[in-house]
Nanobody, 120 residues
Framework: QVQLVESGGGLVQPGGSLRLSCAVSGSIFSIRAMGWYRQAPGKQRELVAVISTGGTPTYADSVKDRFTISRDNAKNTVFLQMNSLKPEDTAVYYC??????????????WGQGTQVTVSS
């Protein structure tokens, strides 16, 4: 069974930093794109950043130049370094990964979510 386990959320003051991690475990063939999404109260879930198998990142305009996504393929882990945090970054952050459990069978998996609160 494939699991995505997130860590690193919490409460931080405006201007502060947090680093989120998401580790993939279970029986997998390969991991394709990995990414982070977030959902604030009363809003739809939105893309924050995604990173390809080769390491090419894509960011939402709202987080460009503040957030950095990276991955460690050897450890099946994706990271999100969040700097210069703003109150509007407050949300539950979800990890997502496109995972092949067999060479021609892949699915999208989600983590359980981790709360990030930016407040003074």
């Amino acid at each position: 069974q494939v699991q995505l386990v997130e860590s690193g959320g919490g409460l931080v003051q405006p201007g502060g930093s947090l680093r989120l991690s998401c580790a993939v475990s279970g029986s997998i063939f390969s991991i394709r794109a990995m990414g982070w999404y977030r959902q604030a109260p009363g809003k739809q879930r939105e893309l924050v950043a995604v990173i390809s198998t080769g390491g090419t990142p894509t960011y939402a305009d709202s987080v460009k130049d503040r957030f950095t996504i990276s991955r460690d393929n050897a450890k099946n882990t994706v990271f999100l370094q969040m700097n210069s945090l703003k109150p509007e970054d407050t949300a539950v952050y979800y990890c997502n990964a496109a995972i092949a459990i067999r060479p021609v069978e892949s699915y999208s998996y989600w983590g359980q979510g981790t709360q990030v609160t930016v407040s003074s």
